[in-house]
């Protein structure tokens, strides 16, 4: 488990993504697998946080289309296969959870996304 500041650390924009912490009261964030989960402070927080940290990457992502069993899920592949990191990601929001899914495949994406979704909507 990490605090908000090893997140932002890390992030292209960090005065943007620690200002989208701090306002959504993200407090713990989990990283496993291509995976981060982060618990801020209720479910409005949870959905501005996912759709602040989508809206942040700019046109290095495109917009692909998400698993359908996923609400208000979003998902981009990223615009230059010379980029580095992983090409596919989703953001998803349940209850006080929002979530960044990444893989290398589109198909493994959509997979994976739908998985971390049923977590969150099984556990909670």
Known sequence: MYGPAYFTHNAPDQ?????????NGTDRIGIVDGTAIMRTRDTAAALALSSGLANNLGTAFDPIAGPETVPAVRCFERASAAAAGLPYRCYVAYKRYAAIVTSDSEQDLKRKTAAQYALLANSL
Do not use: A, K, W
């Not at 005065?15 to 306002?23: A, E, I, K, N």
């Open 15 to 23: 005065t943007l993504v620690g200002r989208l912490m701090s306002d």
